[in-house]
C-alpha cells in the first residue's frame, strides 16, 4: 500500500472517491495517474522512488495474467481486476479467504449504485496493492477519518482477487426475508438460476451464518490483505449495507490450475484432485460459465457469469480423529498418503467404481468420492473452490473447525443441489459433517474498462 501516493495534504477532497455524479455515463475511470501502473507494487514504487527511478519502472511493467488469470511469474503479486471473467475463480487457488455476505439496508437504488460505483474504484485499486484512496491512510489531513484503514500499508498485493456476487433477496422477497419488495426495480432481471438452496438431510443451518444479498470473496496469499480489502468495502458501505456474516478461511482445499499441488483437509487427505481447472476451458464452458441461451433477454446481465454456492461445513474431528484409518479411507474413497482411488496407485488416476474385492466394490458405495463423481450425478461436474477453518472452540472441548465449501457452478440446481442431495442422504462423511452456513449469489461477468460492479444488471 502506498506510501508514495499519499499527498499530505489538509483538503479533505484530496484523493477521495469519486462519487456518483462525478462518473460520466455510468463509467468509472480508474487509475489515478499518479498511481504505479498495474505490475509494480507498492513496495517496488517505494524502493524504485527512492533512487528516482519509480516513473520508468511504471511504465514498463505489465499485468501477470497467466492461464489461471495470475501471475505467478511476477514478483509483484496482481492478478488483474478486469476481464472476460471475474478473478477469483479460475485465478490460481490463494492461501488465504475472507468471505463477506451482505445485508442492502437502504431502500434507495441510487444510494446502492453509487457504493457499487466507490467499491469497484477502491476494490481494483487495493488489488493492485494500492490504498482505497491515493494517500488514504495518513494523506488526508490530521482532521479526517482516513480514507483507508492502513493495515495493509507496504504490504505486497498478494495476488488479492475481489470478486462479487448478487444474492437472490437484492431483487426481492427470499429466505431471508420473505416479505421483502422489490426495493430496487430488479425483480424482471433475476435469473431463475438464482434462487434459495433447498434444505437438506442433515444439515443445521443458522441464519446468522446464511444467505446475504451481495457477497464479496476475498482471497489472498496474505491474510491481512484480504481482511483489510473486506474491511475497506464495509467501511466505504456504511448506511448501504452492513455484514450479515463473513468466514475466514486460512488454507485452500482445492486446485484451480494444474501447476498446483493438491492441499490438504481438516481430515487430512489431499482435496481438490479431481476439481474443474482454470486449463479445462470446455469443460468450464459447459459446466460453470452461463451461456445466453440459459436467460430470457432481462437476466443476460448473467451471461459469462455463475454461479457461487457458499456452505460452511462443521467437521466433527475429534471422532474422525479416532477412526481408524482403512476406515477413514472408505469414507473418502480415497487413500490418505498418496490421494489415489482406492481402486488405483496414482493420485490422478481415474476411479474404477466396478472393481470388487470378495464381491465388495472397492470404492464403496457410500464412499464420498463415488456419490460425488460425474459417473453418479448425470455427468454434472463444479468448480471447488473452498478453504479450512478454524473458528476457536465450541466451549465442549471441541474445535470449530471445518470446511467453507465454495463452488462455482453454471445452474446450482442442475449441478449443486442433486449432488448435495445425493452426498446428504447415501454419503458415509455425513456422520462427520455438520454443515450450519449456506448462500447461494449470482456472479456476473468480469468487467470491462470503465465498467463498475454491478453496471449491466442496474442499468438496462
Ligand atoms: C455437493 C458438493 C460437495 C460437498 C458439499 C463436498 C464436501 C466435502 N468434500 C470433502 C472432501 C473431499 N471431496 C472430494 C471430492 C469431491 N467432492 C465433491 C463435491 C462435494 N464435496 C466432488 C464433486 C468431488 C470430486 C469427485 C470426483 O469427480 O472424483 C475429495 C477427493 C479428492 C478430490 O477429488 O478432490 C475429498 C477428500 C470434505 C471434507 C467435504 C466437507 C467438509
Ligand atoms: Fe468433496
Known sequence: MSDSEAQPTGDPEAGRVPDASEASNGRIETPAPDAPKPGVSRRTVLGAAGVGIAAGLAGGAAIGATVGGRGDSEPDRVVAFRGERQAGIVTE???????????????????LVDMLKKWTVAAERMTRGEETVPGGATGMGEYHPPADTGEALGLSPAHLTLTIGFGPGLFGPSASDPGRKDRFGIADRKPAALADLPAFAQEKIEPSRSFGDICI????????????????LARIGVGVVSVRWSQLGFGR??????????????????????????????T??????????????????????????????????????????????????????????????????????????????????????????????????????GYNFTDGSDGFGHLDAGLFFVAFNRDSFKQFVPMQHQLSRKDAMTEYLIPNGSAIFAVPPGLRPGEYWGQRLFEK
Open 93 to 111: 487457488a490463494q492461501d488465504r479467504l475472507h468471505f463477506a455476505a451482505f445485508d442492502v439496508i437502504t431502500d434507495s437504488r441510487e444510494a
Open 217 to 232: 470473496q476475498a482471497c489472498a496469499d496474505d491474510p491481512q490483505v484480504a481482511v483489510h480489502a473486506v474491511r475497506n
Open 284 to 385: 468450464l464452458d459447459k459446466w460453470v460459465w452461463v451461456a445466453p441461451g440459459d436467460n430470457p433477454p432481462a437476466a443476460q446481465w448473467m451471461t459469462g457469469g455463475t454461479y457461487l454456492v457458499a456452505r460452511r461445513i462443521r467437521m466433527d474431528i475429534e471422532p474422525w480423529d479416532r477412526a481408524n484409518l482403512k476406515e477413514q479411507e472408505d469414507i473418502i474413497g480415497r487413500t490418505k498418503q498418496s490421494g489415489a482411488p482406492l481402486s488405483g496407485e496414482d493420485e490422478f488416476d481415474e476411479p474404477d467404481f466396478q472393481i470388487t474385492s470378495y464381491g465388495t466394490p472397492i470404492i464403496p458405495l457410500t464412499s464420498h468420492v463415488r456419490l460425488a463423481h460425474p459417473d453418479m450425478n448425470n455427468g454434472a461436474q463444479i468448480l471447488r473452490r
Open 253 to 282: 482445499t482445492s486446485s484451480t490450475t494444474r501447476s498446483q499441488e493438491t492441499p490438504r483437509n481438516m481430515f487430512g487427505f489431499k482435496d481438490g484432485t479431481a476439481n474443474i481447472r482454470a486449463e479445462d476451458t470446455e
